[in-house]
């Protein structure tokens, strides 16, 4: 899957949903690898925001972004139909520091998208492959977030309330089988009656109406009571029908589940990465969804770095297996020290050794406790950085790599019998003049047992 953007711009205008200012949202392509920014067009400078967990702070009944003072607010439907429609870029212009509220679902933005199209990018999707059970759980024990291993993502939610019409809830969401722009994007925000005056008086919700949220009765009220709240609501009159207000038509039998799977989508999609695995989320809210991005952040920028043990599985079929290696590489056993590949680009490439006991330098090195040279852990270091730079020339068996300077080398654990040594190699700098410059890493398990930077030249092998 390749990265996506907008064909081409769009805007929406409407009243923030605590703020009841008018804002206008400008949805515009972006370059690959932008990911979600916000400008805040309204203020000097313009400052940016970007989309990101970094940035995620609590702000009652909505989600927040703050960067440098600057605040964001009630982004979680714009970012859950960027996500749902498969956009991986864009830049949001933002002339107020709310956004519009509009029906009180993602449904308007979804219809833009659709309407102005999507356009594919060079650059691969970037994901975050859950590998280990993450799980976030609220103080009281009530709300808890548990992220785990799939081949897709997955979104499994239940709501409970004590209330005779939202008692429980469940809602699921399959990128797979999930029609998100028909069975998620047009369920709207709720609040219960019983909310409303006590959300008025913290000065929220002033653009709150009947026509950006479910307003659900779960108790009898007096016609003067309804009157009453139908003047705060600015409203000549409210009826109130089956438990929902003003003869509200719910678009499903379980919108309101739907729309906490909604923001749930909207508030993750603030790790930055699209997610390969299943979210259970139990009584979620904005808190819990946000503390549950940042988490998964954290751990996408700790995986990141240039010094993380990657990701991978060393029993799957690999890139390259050792016949296609001894087409690239000029060593042959004993001297052979990479077993497999299992990534290769123009940056980097990751691949392993299998070390056993048969192993000829274990005879003497050392025979009551067998190690492995760290010579020849930097070798094999060395040997897979030759296969980055020879896999892209078009005739790599009449190249050799040859290592002009080795920097920097450090050993932080031993190698033994038993080991699988993963290898990863990045390229630091361009290639000039057949000169390349890599920083090159060696693991066991997520532990690093070897580091250091390699100089090589490309050069012809004479005949």
Known sequence: MRQRTLKTSFSLKGKGLHNGQEVTATFLPAAENTGYRIVRVDLEHRPEIPALAEYATFADRSSCLEREGVRVYTMEHAMAALYGSGIDNCIIELDGEEFPILDGSAKYFVEKIEQVGVAEQSAPRRYFDVTEPLEYTSEDGL????????????????????????????????????????????????????????????NLIRGGDLDNAIVIVDREISQEETDRLACLLQRDSMRVKQGV????????????????????????ALCGRFIKGRVIAERPGHKANTAMAQKIYKGIVASEREDACPKIDVTAEPLMDINRIRGLLPHRPPFLLVDKVYEVTDEIVIGCKNVTMNEPFFVGHFPDEPVMPGVLLVEAMAQCGGILVLNQVEDPENYSTYFLRIDGIKFRKKVVPG?????????????????????????????????????????????
């Open 419 to 463: 080991d699988t040594v993963i290898f990863k190699l990045v390229k630091i700098a361009p290639i000039r003049r057949g000169i390349v410059t890599m920083r090159g890493y060696a693991f066991v398990g997520k532990g690093l047992v070897c580091e250091g930077e390699f100089m090589a030249q490309v050069a012809k092998t004479k005949n």
């Open 245 to 268: 207000l003003n003869n509200v038509t719910l678009h499903f039998d379980n919108e309101p589940a739907r729309h906490k799977l909604l923001d749930v989508m909207g508030d993750l």
């Open 143 to 202: 709300t808890r977030l548990t992220l785990l291993p799939d081949t897709a993502y997955h979104v499994n939610l239940v709501v409970a309330y004590d209330s005779p019409y939202l008692s429980m809830q469940y809602a699921t969401y399959s990128e797979k089988d999930t029609n998100f722009a028909r069975e998620i994007a047009p369920c709207r925000t709720f609040v219960f009656l019983r909310e409303i005056e006590p959300l008025l008086k913290q």
